[in-house]
């Protein structure tokens, strides 16, 4: 077949010998919605196509839908090769199934590849396509341009002579002496630049950062680019040369040299670390990091990690052998995290294991390595391993474990808690008839610890706990009565200092009586249409005085005094000490809800409690009941009225000496991304006094720039400084417990930050250190760790360039 044609014209040339049916699947395909969705509905009359809509409505035909394979993020390589080609342009000659010359904007499409030039030649036996002049190809939103290029369409095998790239994925860009395309993921350029910087309008623009390579590599499947013969510049400036270099296409993980890690303190000196991460498999990895401290030696670190259908873990170990510092001793640390669920006979409904691993060298290893060891700067260790069984469909369950800790002691200062070698669980609970709701708990506890610092004896222990409740709840009321059997016994391993008793015994049974009233009105507050409500609630509790401050205590503490805890019916946690309580304790609180919404705008809460008798069981026999007859008064509440500000404070107040005990002030501001200010106080009298303040804000704001809300992890636009920190000070000693102050530098491809820390380990302890990162946008951070210590010590902070939704291929369509 021969044509010329002035006019444009378009051809569809099929891979298969079915012409028509290539053509009726273009057309098909023309008419899809632009949501990716294609309705399967047959060609009918108007009347038919009436019927079947009324018919529909009432559903006895419903449509049905089907994918465009088109619309994909991503076309499957198998369906990729049945899709036809198409060629249009402004002049076309050919022959038919053998090949086609298109001249004058020319243009090829085949799924997700779209070329264009000034001439393209195509062979249809070769599946080969030849283009010169202006040539652009955009790949799945990967583009390339310049003079000629040589291409297998279907493989995507070819070269492109002198071109221009621009990647997708991390918007990398640049230019080469030539690409060599392998297939669909992976491709050579050869004597190129790759920058993430973007080119202004300016005839003087200089990337801020670019690497020159002999070659690189890059594999999109693995997202991983790999550069020989390399050097980094910095604004035109080489600074690093690099024989070979790999780093990330995206923020998928891949084996390699993380960048290093350089600081140092003021307990080990210069500090540098150059982590190894090993990607095992799609669910395991690991992270080897040799670290050398200039006061104490070499340390290797190392971390792994694994996640299964039924089991997860991870596993830490930190070794540094002679340490200079501490007299050549060895030093390590252990952390261990695993789960597991073994959903096989003999326990169908799955047997859950946890098991859980802390423990370090010494006692002084807390203080030398401070917060950013394994043990978090811990004084008491927990290692722990459980087994828990539900049987399908059973409303009991057992439990069994083991729990050990250690405790860094500098001298014998803490009384070490109690390890329980085991402890033995099953809890049982049910509907009964008249809607009465039944549980009950029997456990067994063997506890161990140093007799000497604890000053009792170890002993066995077995509880039984029994409730029977009943609620009435209507959408204005609840009231529900329970009662509560506590029975445990003691089997000591050595007699009682006080009686002499080898074993002991106590039975306390409780009652309460929980109730509450929810009511409702239309109010309006500054124009604003709001739904209040007026919560008055009631809890009485009544126990019986039962002697028990003669026995040992093994896990009973007070409950700290505020909302969570004052309406419930005991003074202490644990099942060791059980007060006796006569009270009642009222509360009333009053929410402020958007009418149109439900959200809570404002909420006030008051409560206090009435004691009718005096409170005779303690913790320890020196220790003083409370005889007041009636409690401290808390009041609490918060504001959210715009979504820029937030505040919440809660107040203990005496009636008695009409002061103020304990109170916490928060407050939020965070008119937009990137810029907030939060701080609290707290005050507890004759004892502490403290502020924290923390930060993210714009400095550009102080001159008025403002810059423009790019989104979430892509900050408010290039060459702006951010300040950031937080203060921690005690006002009582009139000094800083921790501080964190600092800046960062958004360059659009480079993000630098320096950051000052002073961190308190300990009485009278403190590390401080200066630390410093230079981030390359989608290429590769230098320097100490910055992200993670902002992270941590700053609620709410945002990236400046964090992860982000990986761009569609349809974000570059042609």
Known sequence: MSARLSARFSASLPRSPAPL???????????????????????????AVSRMGAEASKGQNPQQLRRSLMLQPRIPRQQRAQQPLFLEGGRVEGRTELETTVEGQAVLRRADIVMRADRIHYDQPTDTARAQGQVRVNRAGDVFEGPALELQVDAFQGFFSAPRYRLLKNDAHGQAERIDFLDNDRINIHRSSYTTCQRSDERSWRPAWMLTAKEIRLDNEAGVGVATGAMLRVFGVPVVPLPYLSFPLSDDRKSGLLPATTGGDSVN??????????????????????????????????????????FRGRARLSVLPDDRL?????????????????????????????????????????RDFGRNSITQSQRLLGSEGALTWTPPGARWNLSARALAWQT???????????????????????????????????????????????????AQRALLIGTLARTWRDPGYFVTPQLRLHARHYQFDAPLSVSGESSAGVTVPTFSLDSGLILERDTQWFGRSLLQTLEPRAYYVYTPHRAQSQLPNYDSAATDFNFATIFTDGAYAGNDRISDNNLITLGLTSRFQDAANGAQLARLGVAQRLRFADQRVTLTAADLGATDRISDLLVGGSVNWTPQWSTDLTAQYDPRQRLSERATLNARYSPS???????????????????????????????????????????????????????????????LIDSIVGLEYDGCCWVGRVLLERLRVGAPTAQTRLLFQIELIGFSRLGDNVLGALRTNIPRYEFLHGQVAPPSRFTRYD
């Open 269 to 310: 000196g210069t500090v540098v670390s150059v982590p190894y991460y090993w990607n095992i498999a799609p669910n395991r990895d690991a992270t080897i990091t040799p670290t050398l401290m200039g006061l104490r030696g070499l340390e290797l670190g190392s971390e792994f990690r694994y996640l299964e259908p039924d």
């Open 21 to 47: 049916r290539a053509v009726a699947l273009a057309l098909a395909l023309l008419a899809l919605p632009t949501w990716g969705w294609a309705q399967a509905i047959a060609p009918q009359a108007p009347a």
């Open 326 to 366: 501490r007299d050549g001793r060895n030093r390590w640390a252990l952390g261990l995290e695993h789960q597991d669920r073994l959903a096989r006979e003999p326990f169908p409904g799955g047997l859950g294991v946890t098991l859980r691993v802390n423990r370090v060298s010494d006692n002084d290893y807390w």
């Open 673 to 735: 991304r990137y810029r907030l200010v939060q701080g609290a106080y707290r005050f507890q009298r004759d004892t502490n006094r403290q502020v924290d303040l923390s930060w993210q804000w714009p400095v550009n704001d102080l001159w008025g720039d403002r810059g423009q809300d790019q989104g979430s992890g892509r900050g408010l636009g290039g060459d702006r400084w951010y300040s950031v920190g937080r203060l921690n000070m005690n006002l009582v000693e009139k000094r």
């Open 408 to 458: 860094l002691q500098s001298p014998d200062t803490i009384i070490p808690p109690y390890d329980r070698l085991p402890q033995v669980t099953a809890r049982y609970a049910d509907n009964l008839p008249a809607g009465m709701r039944g549980q009950l708990l029997a456990e067994y506890t063997q506890f161990q610890s140093v007799s000497s610092l604890t000053l009792q004896p170890n």
